[in-house]
């Protein structure tokens, strides 16, 4: 596993707005990056919501699915930490931080 920080991950997957460069903003205007980019490691799927859910270094991120396999970047966003109504988002931001943590913690 690549120990870089999230925002020093170079985009792989050939996106025509961020492919080879930095992806710091997630919700730009044409963004394409596959659900598999190398900016957004530790992405759950979750089918019961249509959505992915990702960490970056501000907090756990989501982008809704859309029709034809893509994913809809320009109404993404960061989950709100303060949200007392959503408290499987924040399990979720734990569990996901826990799981960063023993994977990283194992890469000898």
């Given at each position: 596993m690549d120990n870089h920080r999230l925002?020093?991950?170079l985009c792989d997957c050939r996106c025509p707005v961020h492919h080879r460069m930095e992806r710091t903003t997630f919700n730009?205007?044409?963004c394409a990056c596959s659900?598999?980019?190398a900016t957004q490691p530790?992405?759950?799927?979750?089918?019961q919501w249509r959505v992915a859910i990702f960490l970056t270094a501000d907090g756990m991120y989501f982008v809704n699915a859309i029709?034809?396999?893509?994913?809809?970047?320009?109404e993404s966003g960061l989950f709100?930490?303060?949200?007392?109504?959503?408290?499987?988002?924040?399990?979720l931001e734990h569990l996901m931080r826990a799981?960063?943590?023993a994977v990283s913690s194992n890469d000898d």
């Open positions: 925002a020093q991950r730009q205007p044409d659900i598999t980019c530790m992405t759950l799927l979750v089918e029709e034809g396999g893509q994913w809809d970047w320009a709100d930490r303060d949200y007392d109504g959503f408290p499987i988002g924040q399990l799981a960063q943590i």
